[in-house]
C-alpha cells in the first residue's frame, strides 16, 4: 500500500547552527536600574536658638522617620576633638527599629558643621536617608552605597516648601557595583578575620571592634569593613543586620560597631 505521505512537500527545517570556537558570545548590555525613591529626614536644632533637639524636616510619615533618627543614637560624641578616636561623622545602618513592621535599608549620619545654639552646646545634626526593602533589596544595595549616596545627594531646605523623596539612581550602588571594593577589603583586614566575625554574627553575638592600643581607621574605612563582613553573608541577612562606622558609651542594639570598648553583653574583637 502507498504511503500517503509520499506526495506531501518536505518540511522545510532550519539549518542547524553549530556554535563556532572562535565566535564571541553576543554580549546584551543590561537596561539601567530606574531611580528609586529614597525618604530622608534632619533631627537637628536651629543656629543660635536655645531648644533641644527635633525633627526639622521628613519626606516620609515623621512618627516613622523620629524612630529611626532616635533609634541610631548611641551616645554623644566628642565634637571638639574631631580626629580623635570616635569623631564624627558617625554612620548607623539600620534594617528596622522598635515600633516598625516592616524592614528597610536606612542609614542615619551624624555630624557637626562648627554651628551651636543658644547656650554655646555643638549642634550635631542627624539625617535619614531610607530606602524601602523591596527596592533595596531588589537593587542589593549595600551600606557602603548608601553612605555614598547619603554624601551626593542634595536635600532640599524648608524654605523650599514641603519635603518630598529624592529620587537615587541605584546604576552604581549595588553589591555587584562595589563587590571589588569589598574584596579589596576584605584581602587587606584578612579574609579569616573577616569570615569569623561574620559567622560571630550569625551566632547571636553583638559585636564590638575595638582598637586595641592601635589606630583604627578613618570613619570612611569602618563604613567599607563592617559593609565588607556583612558581604560575607547572604544578602537576606541585611533584613535583620544593623552595622555602625562607630557607637558612643550608651546602651543601644546596633550589631556590628567601632567602638572605644565594649559593654557588657557584647563580643568584644580586636
Known amino acids: 500500500m502507498d504511503d500517503p505521505r509520499a506526495d506531501l512537500p518536505d518540511p522545510q527545517l532550519p539549518n542547524p547552527q553549530l556554535p563556532n570556537p572562535q565566535r564571541q558570545p553576543e ?26 533637639y527635633e525633627l526639622l524636616a521628613a519626606s516620609l510619615d515623621e512618627d516613622r522617620a523620629r524612630r529611626y533618627l532616635w533609634g541610631a543614637q548611641t551616645g554623644t560624641p566628642e565634637v571638639r576633638r574631631p580626629d580623635a578616636t570616635g569623631g564624627l561623622p558617625w554612620h548607623v545602618f539600620l534594617s528596622g527599629v522598635e515600633g516598625e513592621r516592616t524592614a528597610a535599608c536606612a542609614l542615619i549620619e551624624q555630624s557637626w558643621d562648627g554651628t551651636s545654639d543658644g547656650t554655646g552646646a555643638p549642634i550635631i545634626t542627624s539625617r535619614l536617608l531610607l530606602v524601602e526593602w523591596a527596592q533595596g533589596a531588589a537593587h542589593s544595595v549595600t551600606w557602603s552605597a548608601l553612605a555614598d549616596a547619603s554624601a551626593a545627594v542634595r ?3 524648608p524654605e523650599e516648601g514641603p519635603a518630598r523623596p529624592l529620587r537615587l539612581d541605584l546604576s552604581g550602588l549595588s553589591v555587584s557595583a562595589t563587590a571589588a571594593e569589598l574584596a579589596a577589603v576584605i584581602d587587606e583586614v584578612g579574609f579569616e578575620w573577616t569570615a569569623c566575625v561574620a559567622a560571630l554574627l550569625t551566632d547571636g553575638h553583638r559585636i564590638t571592634i575595638t582598637a586595641d592600643g592601635r589606630s583604627l581607621p578613618t570613619p570612611g574605612q569602618r563604613v567599607r569593613i563592617v559593609d565588607a563582613i556583612a558581604a560575607l553573608l547572604p544578602y537576606g541577612c541585611r533584613h535583620w543586620l544593623s552595622g555602625a562606622s562607630w557607637t558612643g558609651d550608651s546602651d543601644h542594639k546596633v550589631q556590628l560597631t567601632f567602638a572605644e570598648s565594649a559593654r557588657t553583653g557584647r563580643t568584644a574583637v580586636r
Open 27 to 52: 554580549q546584551r548590555q543590561r537596561p539601567a536600574p530606574e531611580p528609586v525613591a529614597a525618604h530622608w529626614a534632619v533631627l537637628g536644632k536651629h543656629a543660635g536658638r536655645a531648644m533641644g
Open 155 to 157: 536635600r532640599p531646605a
